[in-house]
């Protein structure tokens, strides 16, 4: 179950025309207006017809009062020190003229049920004699004098029944039997309870007027609406406050997980801004109503925060009435026609950073603004596509607008903070489960269910029927060998790599680098974890994890890689705790060599040095900058230098930190705050850094950035890496909307890059959708590569050799 601070009571649905009331908290304020006005005990007694026990207040005041807070309390008749008054809270408000019926234990004998009680409790009262007390607190009272009592400001009302009970107010009533009451005729107090009750027959009365053997009156809806739960911000203006008898017809039900039932006006206002439905949470318990039942819903105002209501979460509420009482007035009745989606281009209104809570919503104007105009409303999306694959948490992303930045295979490119279309929302089985999709796919005709606001995505569809599945036909892509006289360098995250994985990981991994990469000649990998994965016992070697891998490849037709990396101090680069991920090299020796230079460890930094005129690396593989801060807790990055055709060619292997900690992007801070972009920043600080030590020394060296740089090819920290023209992100060589290789909430964007020195003129790049446009992945991220023809440093030469190298390979052809 979720929790929340402001949910309170457990929802139940009624049968027709029948009222459930359960307990819940309301705003209370003090008053001396409120009296007891009958107490009987001998409920359920031989001889009693009827079953319990009961309290009755009654109001004898101009105003209602309030009695959140209050309790009524009960002494036995011959009270000592060891005595204990019990206690029952009290909740809801005794009205004007009217009375209040607290029910108590319920006994073996009699046959007469008590009218609906306001508040039930489950002191056992003795028949003959004893104390009440109506007391302004549900502290149990310490006081066991009359005179104790009386000089207790807590105490409302006191009443001392039977002959041999020592609290009471002056004189105690006559003694009770099973079969009487001590009843006060007028609402008169003269603080003597013998002159104020009369004994007779029990005769209990509730709020709404009912004795015993009356019936229910007709129910009636109360003066809230729906549009007035909603308001037109996205905290309601009721927050916290009871509403009785808000009408509306079921539109679905939900009877797992975060379990209960939209209702939805079917008589709507002409505001834009207000919802016409609303989600009622019954907590642990089923719902029993059915769409089409016209009901009357009482309980609390809430608004639920998914991930918890601290400062820190981002997320948005979702508005809705709990511990809920509901009537049912008739079945069967036609649903409200479900609203077509279609909201506008924009995406959120700003507040500066702040909350935009409490701002007017503008739903012609915002797309989030449009969602919460109708939360918990019954919708409907024509011909859905489906533009982030469905998770293993049967979740599927859609967008409402298909024209909003399409890509080529079927999703919806981001292309900047501030285009991060709006059509998009997620989809989660509701009574209707969607067949799991890919990227591309299709729902035709109508998908239909209601809005509401969930944790990781935000504004969610919960379904009620799906459209037909059509599939967009996407195939996972295959890239063309490198030719003879290229360099082929892919990145490829391969999402926590262990030795204890099972085969198939390996296996699926290995046939991608050789069939869909076409076996590049370097592979720089991310995520490559310890030998014994998220074991935490100090084990840092990956050597385990390297063979298994290097000999899939070999098992699915690939060259017999060779790897480079270094093992990383124990957790010291963040990741999941104990995997101890790091960053490494593959590479085929049959058609690059690796230079190696020994002392390069988790702590000591390569440095570019210069030899022969050249530039070289002083450690080879070895780890840029691993005692700066920013590397703090992430993968710190591991510089290799490779020699293809005598031509020597530095590539970097990065993993930069992660975009935890995020505000998030359909969040309530706008704009939202990207914590973690400031240690990315630093990062590519201090990679630019290497990149124009190694060009200090040779203008024309060869440089290779790849990996998953966690960050946009708009982002500062990209920017910072092609600062000056040095090197180029190859991503944004693309046509926008090949921009991608990942895809999240819905949004195709690209974390992972290949850059290369702007002096390397010949190359062909691609990035191979193999995975993030699937449901079934072998990784959350695509692979990329890029075949290049290093620089012989010479512009002049390159031309020479690079004609002479295409001459031979038109030869070979």
Same mark, same amino acid.
């Given at each position: 179950?979720?929790?929340?601070?402001?949910?309170?009571?457990?929802?139940?649905?009624?049968?027709?025309?029948?009222?459930?009331?359960?307990?819940?908290?309301?705003?209370?304020?003090?008053?001396?207006?409120?009296?007891?006005?009958?107490?009987?005990?001998?409920?359920?007694?031989?001889?009693?017809?009827?079953?319990?026990?009961?309290?009755?207040?009654?109001?004898?005041?101009?105003?209602?009062?309030?009695?959140?807070?209050?309790?009524?309390?009960?002494?036995?008749?011959?009270?000592?020190?060891?005595?204990?008054?019990?206690?029952?809270?009290?909740?809801?408000?005794? &009205?004007?003229?009217?009375?209040?019926?607290?029910?108590?234990?319920?006994?073996?004998?009699?046959?007469?049920?008590?009218?609906?009680?306001?508040?039930?409790?489950?002191?056992?009262?003795?028949?003959?004699?004893? #104390?009440?007390?109506?007391?302004?607190?549900? &502290?149990?009272?310490?006081?066991?004098?009359?005179?104790?009592?009386?000089?207790?400001?807590?105490?409302?009302?006191?009443?001392?029944?039977?002959?041999?009970?020592?609290?009471?107010?002056?004189? $105690?009533?006559?003694?009770?039997?099973?079969?009487?009451?001590?009843?006060?005729?007028?609402?008169?107090?003269?603080?003597?309870?013998?002159?104020?009750?009369?004994?007779?027959?029990?005769?209990?009365?509730?709020?709404?007027?009912?004795?015993?053997?009356?019936?229910?009156? &007709?129910?009636?809806?109360?003066?809230?609406?729906?549009?007035?739960?909603?308001?037109?911000?996205?905290?309601?203006?009721?927050?916290?406050?009871?509403?009785?008898?808000?009408?509306?017809?079921?539109?679905?039900?939900?009877?797992?997980?975060?379990?209960?039932?939209?209702?939805?006006?079917?008589?709507?206002?002409?505001?834009?801004?207000?919802?016409?439905?609303?989600?009622?949470?019954?907590? %642990?318990?089923?719902?029993?109503?059915?769409? %089409?039942?016209?009901?009357?819903?009482?309980?609390?105002?809430?608004?639920?925060?998914?991930?918890?209501?601290?400062?820190?979460?981002?997320?948005?509420?979702?508005?809705?009435?709990?511990?809920?009482?509901?009537?049912?007035?008739?079945?069967?009745?036609?649903?409200?026609?479900?609203?077509?989606?279609?909201?506008?281009?924009?995406?959120?209104? #700003?507040?500066?950073?702040?909350?935009?809570?409490?701002?007017?919503?503008?739903?012609?104007?915002?797309?989030?603004?449009?969602?919460?105009?109708?939360?918990?409303?019954?919708?409907?999306?024509?011909?859905?596509?489906?533009?982030?694959?469905?998770? %293993?948490?049967?979740?599927?992303?859609? #967008?409402?607008?298909?024209?909003?930045?399409?890509?080529?295979?079927?999703?919806?490119?981001?292309?900047?903070?501030?285009?991060?279309?709006?059509?998009?929302?997620?989809?989660?089985?509701?009574?209707?489960?969607?067949?799991?999709?890919?990227?591309?796919?299709?729902?035709?005709?109508?998908?239909?269910?209601?809005?509401?606001?969930?944790?990781?995505?935000?504004?969610?569809?919960?379904?009620?029927?799906?459209?037909?599945?059509?599939?967009?036909?996407?195939?996972?892509?295959?890239?063309?060998?490198?030719?003879?006289?290229?360099?082929?360098?892919?990145?490829?995250?391969? &999402?926590?790599?262990?030795?204890?994985?099972?085969?198939?990981?390996?296996?699926?991994?290995?046939?991608?680098?050789?069939?869909?990469?076409?076996?590049?000649?370097?592979?720089?990998?991310?995520?490559?974890?310890?030998?014994?994965?998220?074991?935490?016992?100090?084990?840092?070697?990956?050597?385990?994890?390297?063979?298994?891998?290097?000999?899939?490849?070999?098992?699915?037709?690939?060259?017999?890689?060779?790897?480079?990396?270094?093992?990383?101090? @124990?957790?010291?680069?963040? %990741?999941?705790?104990?995997?101890?991920?790091?960053?490494?090299?593959?590479?085929?020796?049959?058609?690059?060599?690796?230079?190696?230079?020994?002392?390069?460890?988790?702590?000591? $930094?390569?440095?570019?040095?210069?030899?022969?005129?050249?530039?070289?690396?002083?450690?080879?593989?070895?780890?840029?900058?691993?005692?700066?801060?920013?590397?703090?807790?992430?993968?710190?990055?591991?510089?290799?230098?490779?020699?293809?055709?005598?031509? #020597?060619?530095?590539?970097?292997?990065?993993?930069? @930190?992660?975009?935890?900690?995020?505000?998030?992007?359909?969040?309530?801070?706008?704009?939202?705050?990207?914590?973690?972009?400031?240690?990315?920043?630093?990062?590519?600080?201090?990679?630019?850094?290497?990149?124009?030590?190694?060009?200090?020394?040779?203008?024309?060296? @060869?440089?290779?950035?790849?990996?998953?740089?966690?960050?946009?090819?708009?982002?500062?920290?990209?920017?910072?890496?092609?600062?000056?023209?040095?090197?180029?992100?190859?991503?944004?060589?693309?046509?926008?909307?090949?921009?991608?290789?990942?895809?999240?909430?819905?949004?195709?964007?690209?974390?992972?890059?290949?850059?290369?020195?702007? @002096?390397?003129?010949?190359?062909?790049?691609?990035?191979?959708?193999?995975?993030?446009?699937?449901?079934?992945?072998?990784?959350?991220?695509?692979?990329?590569?890029?075949?290049?023809?290093?620089?012989?440093?010479?512009?002049?030469?390159?031309?020479?050799?690079?004609?002479?190298?295409?001459?031979?390979?038109?030869?070979?052809?």
């Amino acid at each position: 179950m979720r929790p929340t601070p402001l949910r309170v009571g457990l929802a139940v649905t009624a049968a027709s025309a029948v009222s459930l009331a359960l307990a819940a908290p309301a705003t209370a304020a003090p008053s001396p207006d409120a009296l007891i006005a009958e107490v009987y005990g001998g409920g359920g007694n031989s001889g009693a017809a009827l079953t319990r026990d009961f309290v009755e207040l009654a109001n004898r005041g101009s105003g209602p009062v309030a009695l959140a807070g209050w309790s009524v309390q009960y002494l036995p008749a011959s009270a000592s020190a060891s005595s204990q008054w019990q206690v029952t809270p009290l909740t809801g408000a005794v &009205e004007p003229g009217k009375r209040f019926l607290v029910a108590q234990a319920q006994g073996s004998g009699g046959t007469v049920q008590l009218p609906t009680p306001d508040v039930t409790g489950t002191i056992p009262m003795s028949a003959t004699g004893g #104390t009440i007390a109506l007391v302004s607190s549900t &502290e149990p009272l310490a006081c066991k004098t009359a005179a104790d009592c009386a000089a207790d400001t807590r105490v409302r009302d006191l009443v001392g029944y039977g002959t041999a009970t020592v609290v009471r107010e002056t004189t $105690p009533t006559a003694n009770l039997s099973n079969t009487t009451s001590a009843a006060r005729p007028a609402l008169v107090d003269t603080d003597d309870n013998s002159a104020d009750f009369t004994v007779g027959a029990p005769t209990p009365v509730n709020s709404k007027g009912q004795g015993t053997g009356d019936p229910e009156p &007709e129910p009636q809806p109360g003066d809230k609406r729906i549009r007035d739960v909603q308001g037109t911000t996205r905290i309601s203006p009721l927050l916290g406050t009871k509403v009785a008898g808000v009408p509306g017809v079921v539109t679905a039900t939900r009877a797992t997980g975060d379990r209960g039932f939209w209702i939805q006006d079917t008589a709507p206002d002409a505001d834009p801004r207000t919802s016409e439905g609303v989600f009622v949470y019954t907590a %642990g318990l089923a719902p029993t109503v059915e769409p %089409g039942d016209s009901v009357l819903v009482s309980g609390t105002v809430a608004e639920y925060r998914p991930g918890g209501d601290t400062a820190s979460n981002s997320n948005q509420t979702l508005t809705e009435i709990t511990g809920a009482t509901v009537t049912v007035l008739s079945k069967g009745n036609a649903l409200p026609a479900p609203v077509v989606l279609s909201p506008p281009d924009g995406f959120t209104p #700003t507040a500066g950073g702040g909350s935009i809570e409490a701002l007017p919503l503008e739903p012609s104007k915002y797309g989030q603004d449009y969602y919460e105009s109708l939360e918990g409303m019954y919708v409907q999306a024509n011909d859905a596509r489906v533009v982030g694959p469905t998770n %293993g948490f049967g979740e599927t992303w859609i #967008t409402t607008r298909p024209d909003q930045h399409p890509t080529p295979r079927g999703g919806t490119i981001y292309l900047g903070y501030d285009q991060p279309n709006s059509g998009r929302i997620k989809v989660k089985a509701g009574s209707a489960t969607p067949q799991a999709s890919n990227v591309g796919d299709v729902w035709r005709g109508a998908t239909v269910g209601n809005v509401e606001y969930t944790n990781f995505g935000g504004y969610t569809l919960a379904t009620k029927s799906v459209g037909e599945y059509v599939s967009g036909g996407i195939q996972p892509e295959a890239t063309d060998a490198a030719r003879q006289y290229e360099l082929s360098v892919a990145t490829y995250n391969v &999402e926590n790599l262990a030795a204890t994985n099972p085969q198939a990981k390996f296996d699926r991994l290995a046939a991608a680098v050789v069939h869909n990469l076409a076996s590049p000649d370097v592979v720089v990998l991310e995520e490559i974890q310890d030998n014994n994965g998220a074991t935490d016992d100090g084990t840092v070697a990956a050597d385990q994890t390297f063979t298994r891998f290097t000999d899939a490849i070999v098992a699915a037709g690939g060259p017999r890689y060779e790897w480079r990396q270094i093992d990383p101090q @124990n957790k010291t680069d963040g %990741g999941e705790p104990g995997g101890n991920i790091r960053v490494a090299f593959l590479f085929n020796p049959a058609r690059v060599s690796f230079v190696d230079r020994a002392g390069g460890d988790a702590t000591t $930094p390569v440095s570019v040095v210069e030899q022969h005129g050249r530039a070289a690396l002083s450690v080879s593989p070895g780890r840029i900058d691993p005692a700066n801060p920013a590397w703090a807790n992430s993968r710190k990055p591991l510089a290799g230098e490779f020699k293809f055709r005598g031509r #020597t060619v530095f590539v970097v292997a990065n993993h930069f @930190n992660s975009k935890g900690g995020d505000q998030a992007l359909h969040g309530r801070y706008q704009e939202p705050n990207r914590s973690s972009e400031v240690q990315r920043l630093q990062q590519a600080t201090a990679v630019k850094a290497f990149v124009d030590q190694v060009k200090a020394v040779d203008r024309g060296a @060869n440089v290779v950035l790849a990996g998953d740089i966690n960050d946009y090819q708009f982002s500062p920290a990209v920017q910072t890496l092609t600062a000056g023209g040095t090197v180029v992100d190859l991503i944004s060589t693309l046509p926008e909307p090949e921009r991608y290789s990942y895809v999240f909430d819905g949004n195709s964007q690209t974390l992972d890059h290949i850059l290369i020195s702007a @002096n390397i003129n010949r190359y062909r790049y691609d990035v191979v959708h193999i995975n993030a446009e699937f449901t079934d992945q072998a990784s959350d991220h695509d692979p990329q590569v890029v075949k290049l023809r290093p620089s012989t440093g010479n512009a002049q030469l390159d031309r020479m050799v690079f004609l002479l190298e295409d001459l031979a390979e038109c030869v070979r052809g």
